[in-house]
Protein backbone atom coordinates (compact mmCIF):
# COMPACT_ATOMS: atom_id res chain seq x y z
CA UNK A 1 0.00 0.00 0.00
CA UNK A 2 2.74 2.49 0.79
CA UNK A 3 4.42 1.72 -2.38
CA UNK A 4 0.70 2.52 -4.12
CA UNK A 5 1.03 5.36 -2.81
CA UNK A 6 -2.27 5.04 -0.27
CA UNK A 7 -0.31 5.11 3.06
CA UNK A 8 3.36 6.78 4.34
CA UNK A 9 5.02 5.39 6.85
CA UNK A 10 7.77 7.31 9.18
CA UNK A 11 10.23 5.39 11.42
CA UNK A 12 11.54 6.51 14.65
CA UNK A 13 15.26 5.52 15.47
CA UNK A 14 14.28 5.11 19.00
CA UNK A 15 14.52 1.47 21.34
CA UNK A 16 12.52 -0.25 21.14
CA UNK A 17 11.71 0.55 17.32
CA UNK A 18 8.63 2.75 16.50
CA UNK A 19 6.99 3.10 12.92
CA UNK A 20 4.09 5.08 12.63
CA UNK A 21 1.34 4.69 9.41
CA UNK A 22 -0.89 7.08 7.72
CA UNK A 23 -3.14 7.64 5.12
CA UNK A 24 -2.31 9.37 1.90
CA UNK A 25 -4.45 12.05 0.50
CA UNK A 26 -5.03 9.62 -2.07
CA UNK A 27 -5.68 6.81 0.78
CA UNK A 28 -8.52 9.14 1.91
CA UNK A 29 -9.99 9.69 -0.93
CA UNK A 30 -10.91 5.73 -0.71
CA UNK A 31 -13.36 6.67 2.13
CA UNK A 32 -16.63 6.63 0.26
CA UNK A 33 -15.73 2.89 -1.65
CA UNK A 34 -14.93 1.45 2.07
CA UNK A 35 -17.95 3.19 3.42
CA UNK A 36 -19.79 1.80 1.25
CA UNK A 37 -18.37 -1.97 1.44
CA UNK A 38 -19.10 -1.68 4.85
CA UNK A 39 -23.10 -0.78 4.58
CA UNK A 40 -23.24 -3.22 1.83
CA UNK A 41 -21.60 -5.80 4.47
CA UNK A 42 -23.98 -4.93 6.71
CA UNK A 43 -27.34 -5.38 4.47
CA UNK A 44 -25.61 -8.52 3.32
CA UNK A 45 -24.98 -9.86 7.03
CA UNK A 46 -28.97 -9.01 8.12
CA UNK A 47 -30.19 -10.73 5.10
CA UNK A 48 -28.08 -13.91 5.75
CA UNK A 49 -29.22 -14.09 9.48
CA UNK A 50 -33.17 -12.99 8.29
CA UNK A 51 -32.83 -15.76 5.72
CA UNK A 52 -31.58 -18.65 8.25
Do not use: C, F
Amino acid sequence: MESAGLISRKVYAEVPPRVEYSLTETGWSLKPILDSMVEWGNHYREKKKNDQ
